[in-house]
């Protein structure tokens, strides 16, 4: 009996205790910190997305940062605009699922910013979390100008 239970452990029993891994330091990414965008226009947010075992989803999250509080994991700090209250900030939260079963994964979405939203620092924030639910973040900092 020992034997048997002993002989039904596999590596698809192994227990997932890794974060996954956003990268966004290739030629392609975007945004990256300081970047600029332009109110009415669309820009490309790009990726890449690892995981030991399997990924799971990510969210992204642009508020604004007039009263320059932190999220940033970047190392660099970018140049402010003054503090300011928000009239019509730009606010965007959404969750999106990666095909089951992949490891790696590229992500690509068209991010319309509204002509009629606030200029400013803002934050763009990336939360990835694998199958398991183990979570990393990606704080940047940029400016809708």
């Known amino acids: 009996m020992i034997v048997f239970g002993l002989g039904s452990c596999t590596e698809n029993d192994a227990v997932d205790t890794q974060y996954p891994e956003i990268s966004m330091d290739f030629a392609e990414a975007f945004p990256s ?18 995981d030991n075992f399997q990924l799971g989803s990510f969210s992204l999250d642009i508020h604004h940062n007039f009263d320059h509080h932190t999220h940033s994991t970047e190392v660099n700090d970018c140049d402010m605009m003054p503090t300011k209250t928000p009239v019509n900030p730009f606010l965007l939260i ?44 990606k704080g940047i900092s940029l400016q809708i100008q």
Do not use: M, N
């Not at 300081?34 to 997305?49: P, S």
């Not at 992500?107 to 400013?120: C, K, N, T, W």
């Open 33 to 50: 910190q300081c970047a600029l965008v332009k109110r009415g226009e669309d820009f490309i947010f790009r990726a890449r997305f690892s």
């Open 94 to 137: 959404e969750s999106h699922a990666i095909p089951a079963g992949k490891t790696t994964y590229e992500a690509e979405l068209s991010i319309s910013v509204p002509e009629d939203i606030d200029p400013g620092d803002y934050h763009f924030l990336v939360k990835l979390t694998d199958h398991e639910g183990w979570q990393s973040l």
